[in-house]
T-cell receptor
Framework: NAGVTQTPKFRVLKTGQSMTLLCAQDMNHEYMYWYRQDPGMGLRLIHYSVGEGTTAKGEVPDGYNVSRLKKQNFLLGLESAAPSQTSVYFC??????????????FGAGSRLTVL | GQNIDQPTEMTATEGAIVQINCTYQTSGFNGLFWYQQHAGEAPTFLSYNVLDGLEEKGRFSSFLSRSKGYSYLLLKELQMKDSASYLCAVMDSNYQLIWGAGTKLIIKP
């Protein structure tokens, strides 16, 4: 049972390049999230999905797009990377995001550097 | 605005007890979570409090006072493997998680 798998784990981009981060979960979770984690700051929600075919904006959505074509996959895209997007990105999932008792299962993280 | 405050860094000795505090101001409250995050790894769930009081789980306990907007995580019999960052997060009235910046705990022999 793999849980939540993120690819790639590391990536270096030049300003203006595009890329896609892939998140895959095998727990049949409905809710999936993309966070970014920066030094000295709490996790910040970029986008999330409450089910296959749905997406919604989080706290810091600008410069990112997402898609959830299949229930198990949640893709995060950067159309034109900027140095401000240098960060560690975490994908997470849960069975019910509107239940306070449900906990998040996180992927191992993707470290992105934009030069 | 919504805010979660926790100390940036704490140091403790192996075998001792440490208390990590978290204060919050959020729009509504649907529970408070503690996660552990080792350096370079993913956060993992430790505890959840929605009612006032103490929840004990082995060497770890978590306390909540909703009236004071306050929680703490208590770690007993500290081990070197407890060196990690501890993240406090509150679920607000819209069921969105608000995260603190985390407390880096350093354990010394």
């Amino acid at each position: 049972n793999a849980g939540v798998t993120q690819t790639p784990k590391f990536r270096v981009l030049k300003t203006g390049q595009s890329m896609t981060l892939l998140c895959a979960q095998d727990m049949n979770h409905e809710y999936m999230y993309w966070y970014r984690q920066d030094p000295g700051m709490g996790l910040r929600l970029i986008h999330y999905s409450v089910g296959e075919g749905t997406t919604a904006k989080g706290e810091v959505p600008d410069g990112y797009n997402v898609s959830r074509l299949k229930k198990q996959n949640f893709l995060l895209g950067l159309e034109s990377a900027a140095p401000s997007q240098t960060s560690v990105y975490f994908c997470a999932s849960t069975t019910d995001g509107y239940s306070g008792a449900n906990v998040l299962t996180f992927g191992a993280g993707s470290r992105l550097t934009v030069l | 605005g919504q805010n979660i405050d926790q100390p940036t860094e704490m140091t403790a000795t192996e075998g001792a007890i440490v208390q990590i505090n978290c204060t919050y101001q959020t729009s509504g409250f649907n529970g408070l979570f503690w996660y552990q995050q080792h350096a370079g790894e993913a956060p993992t769930f430790l505890s959840y409090n929605v009612l006032d009081g103490l929840e004990e789980k082995g060497r770890f306990s978590s306390f909540l006072s909703r009236s004071k907007g306050y929680s703490y995580l208590l770690l007993k019999e500290l081990q070197m493997k407890d060196s990690a960052s501890y993240l406090c997060a509150v679920m607000d009235s819209n069921y969105q998680l608000i995260w603190g910046a985390g407390t880096k705990l350093i354990i010394k022999p």
